[in-house]
């Protein structure tokens, strides 16, 4: 299951998520999640996905929380809609 919330891509990676902002400069965050599924423990990594950065270490810990917000959404949205397809289902009913 795949989600833009943000401008970040946030996916499930085995057991964590994985967000990756759309837009330069690109960084990926990996985030270590409860085994609920329910809340973020930590971020375990940053990486630079695009070159495009002047300050590199400083814009990636600047978005590190726009990232963990939109982790946040995705697991708030799993959780309060039973997935992705819960949501597409009451989405569809009320378009």
């Known amino acids: 299951m795949k989600r833009i919330i943000n401008g ?8 964590r998520l994985f967000a990756e902002q759309q837009t330069a400069p ?28 002047d300050n590199p270490d400083g814009d990636a810990q600047l978005l590190e929380k726009d990232a963990r917000q939109a982790v946040e959404e995705f697991l708030g949205c799993k959780r309060e809609s039973g997935g992705l397809l819960g ?8 378009a």
């Open 8 to 15: 970040f891509e946030v996916e499930w990676a085995s057991e």
């Open 26 to 53: 690109k960084y990926g965050y990996l985030f270590e999640v409860s085994a609920d599924r329910k809340r973020i423990v930590r971020c375990a990594h940053i990486s630079a996905t695009g070159g495009d950065s």
């Open 87 to 94: 949501w597409w289902r009451r989405r569809r009913r009320t």
